[in-house]
C-alpha cells in the first residue's frame, strides 16, 4: 500500500504520521510545503514586490508547483491525507486528487478560522477535531493524536508549574497577560513562550507597559524546535492550552500532557465530554482565573486507566484514518 500525507506542517507534528505508517510496512511519503521557501533574498524582494503590485503571492505558488511535481515523481498513491486544506488552490487539489483512489482530509482548525467550504467537495471524506463543525457539517469526528510514547511523571522532576508555548493569536494574548498576574500572586514558577511573525505586536506593548515590561513572557518570531518544548513538559507540572476564539476541539498540548503524565490547564469546557477527563488532572479556568490555585498543582497526578491512554495513540489513529487492520 502506498499512502502520501500533503500538509504544511508548521508545528512539525504531520511527520510522526508518516513514521507511524512506515512502522506498520506502508511505502508512505509526507510532501510537506512548508519546507519550501524563498532560495534567497532576491526572491524574497521579488514576491514582496508581487503581492504589492501583480497581488501575486509567489511563495504560494512555488509550494503549488512543489506538491504537483512531488507527486508526479511518488507516482499514484492507494491513499492521500491532507491537512487543512486552506493552503492548497483548487487547481493543486484536482490533480491531487487524480492520483489515488480515496482522498481524505483532517481539518485541524475550524471552519470560522479557516473556510474551506468550495473545497471539500474534491474529499472521500472530511474528518474534523472541531464539535461544533461536526455538528453543523457532519463531518467525522477526529480529535488530534499523542504522537509520543509514554514516559511516567516519576521519570521526570518538575521545577516549574506551568508551561505555555503558543503560536501568535489575538484572543489568546488577551487572556495571556491577566492569566499572569493570577499566576504570579499564588506565587507560581512558570514559562509562557508566543512565537509568529506577529509576535513583535505584543513585545511592543509589553516592552513599553511599566507593569507588563516584567512579566515573565518570551516573544519570539521563529518556531521552536519540538525538542526544546518537550525539555520544558518534562521539566513542568502542568500545560496550559488555551483556545483560540470560536474553536472547541482539542489541541495537540492535551496530548503531549497524556503522555508526559502532566496536568492541563484549559479554558476549553468541551474537555469535560472526554472519557480521561479527570478534575484531579485538569482544571478548566473560570473567567476571573479564581480556581487557580496553588493545591490544584501540587497535588498528584492520577494515572489515566491504560484502555483509554491507547485510545488517543498516534497508532490508533493511523488505523482508524487509514482503515487498517489492527
Given at each position: 500500500m502506498?499512502?502520501?500525507v500533503?500538509?504544511?506542517?508548521?508545528?512539525?507534528?504531520?511527520?510522526y504520521?508518516?513514521?507511524?505508517?512506515?512502522?506498520?510496512?506502508?511505502?508512505?511519503?509526507?510532501?510537506?510545503?512548508?519546507?519550501?521557501?524563498?532560495?534567497?533574498?532576491?526572491?524574497?524582494v521579488?514576491?514582496?514586490l508581487?503581492k504589492?503590485?501583480?497581488?501575486?503571492?509567489?511563495?504560494?505558488?512555488?509550494?503549488?508547483?512543489?506538491?504537483?511535481?512531488?507527486?508526479?515523481?511518488?507516482?499514484?498513491?492507494?491513499?492521500?491525507l491532507?491537512?487543512?486544506?486552506?493552503?492548497?488552490t483548487?487547481?493543486?487539489?484536482a490533480y491531487i486528487?487524480?492520483k489515488?483512489?480515496?482522498?481524505?482530509?483532517f481539518?485541524?482548525?475550524?471552519?470560522?478560522?479557516f473556510p474551506?467550504?468550495?473545497?471539500?467537495?474534491?474529499?472521500?471524506?472530511?474528518?474534523?477535531f472541531?464539535?461544533?463543525?461536526?455538528?453543523?457539517?457532519?463531518?467525522?469526528?477526529?480529535?488530534?493524536y499523542?504522537?509520543?510514547?509514554?514516559?511516567?511523571?516519576?521519570?521526570?522532576s518538575?521545577d516549574?508549574?506551568?508551561?505555555?508555548?503558543?503560536?501568535?493569536?489575538?484572543?489568546?494574548?488577551?487572556?495571556?497577560y491577566?492569566?499572569v498576574?493570577?499566576?504570579?500572586?499564588i506565587?507560581?514558577?512558570?514559562?509562557?513562550?508566543?512565537?509568529g511573525k506577529?509576535a513583535w505586536?505584543?513585545?511592543?506593548?509589553?516592552?513599553?507597559n511599566?507593569?507588563?515590561?516584567?512579566?515573565?513572557?518570551?516573544?519570539?518570531?521563529?518556531?521552536?524546535g519540538?525538542?526544546?518544548?518537550l525539555?520544558?513538559y518534562?521539566?513542568?507540572?502542568s500545560?496550559?492550552?488555551?483556545?483560540?476564539?470560536?474553536?472547541?476541539?482539542?489541541s495537540?498540548?492535551v496530548?503531549e500532557?497524556?503522555?508526559?503524565?502532566?496536568?492541563?490547564?484549559?479554558?476549553n469546557p468541551t474537555?469535560?465530554?472526554?472519557?480521561?477527563?479527570?478534575?484531579?488532572?485538569?482544571?478548566?479556568l473560570?473567567?476571573?482565573?479564581s480556581?487557580?490555585?496553588p493545591?490544584?498543582f501540587?497535588?498528584?497526578y492520577?494515572?489515566?486507566?491504560?484502555?483509554?491512554?491507547?485510545?488517543?495513540?498516534?497508532d490508533?489513529?493511523?488505523?482508524?484514518?487509514?482503515?487498517?487492520?489492527?
Amino acid at each position: 500500500m502506498k499512502i502520501c500525507v500533503v500538509s504544511f506542517d508548521f508545528w512539525d507534528y504531520d511527520h510522526y504520521i508518516v513514521k507511524a505508517l512506515s512502522k506498520k510496512g506502508v511505502e508512505s511519503h509526507h510532501i510537506k510545503i512548508g519546507a519550501v521557501s524563498h532560495a534567497g533574498l532576491q526572491e524574497k524582494v521579488l514576491n514582496a514586490l508581487s503581492k504589492v503590485v501583480l497581488k501575486k503571492n509567489l511563495k504560494h505558488e512555488k509550494r503549488q508547483k512543489y506538491v504537483i511535481s512531488s507527486l508526479e515523481k511518488l507516482g499514484f498513491q492507494d491513499q492521500i491525507l491532507v491537512l487543512n486544506p486552506d493552503v492548497f488552490t483548487h487547481e493543486t487539489l484536482a490533480y491531487i486528487r487524480s492520483k489515488t483512489n480515496r482522498l481524505i482530509t483532517f481539518l485541524y482548525d475550524n471552519l470560522q478560522r479557516f473556510p474551506v467550504q468550495d473545497k471539500l467537495h474534491f474529499f472521500d471524506k472530511v474528518f474534523s477535531f472541531d464539535d461544533a463543525d461536526v455538528q453543523k457539517y457532519g463531518f467525522e469526528k477526529l480529535c488530534n493524536y499523542n504522537y509520543l510514547d509514554l514516559q511516567p511523571q516519576a521519570e521526570n522532576s518538575s521545577d516549574l508549574d506551568l508551561f505555555y508555548v503558543t503560536s501568535y493569536d489575538k484572543s489568546r494574548n488577551k487572556i495571556i497577560y491577566p492569566l499572569v498576574r493570577k499566576l504570579l500572586q499564588i506565587n507560581s514558577v512558570f514559562q509562557i513562550v508566543v512565537v509568529g511573525k506577529k509576535a513583535w505586536v505584543p513585545k511592543l506593548k509589553y516592552s513599553i507597559n511599566p507593569q507588563k515590561s516584567r512579566v515573565p513572557v518570551i516573544f519570539k518570531r521563529k518556531a521552536i524546535g519540538t525538542g526544546i518544548i518537550l525539555d520544558f513538559y518534562k521539566r513542568t507540572k502542568s500545560i496550559l492550552d488555551l483556545m483560540r476564539s470560536g474553536q472547541t476541539g482539542l489541541s495537540f498540548r492535551v496530548f503531549e500532557a497524556m503522555a508526559f503524565e502532566k496536568k492541563i490547564i484549559t479554558n476549553n469546557p468541551t474537555i469535560k465530554n472526554y472519557d480521561f477527563y479527570n478534575p484531579k488532572n485538569i482544571l478548566i479556568l473560570n473567567e476571573d482565573f479564581s480556581n487557580l490555585t496553588p493545591e490544584f498543582f501540587n497535588s498528584p497526578y492520577e494515572k489515566i486507566p491504560e484502555d483509554i491512554y491507547q485510545k488517543y495513540t498516534l497508532d490508533s489513529w493511523v488505523n482508524y484514518v487509514f482503515e487498517l487492520k489492527k
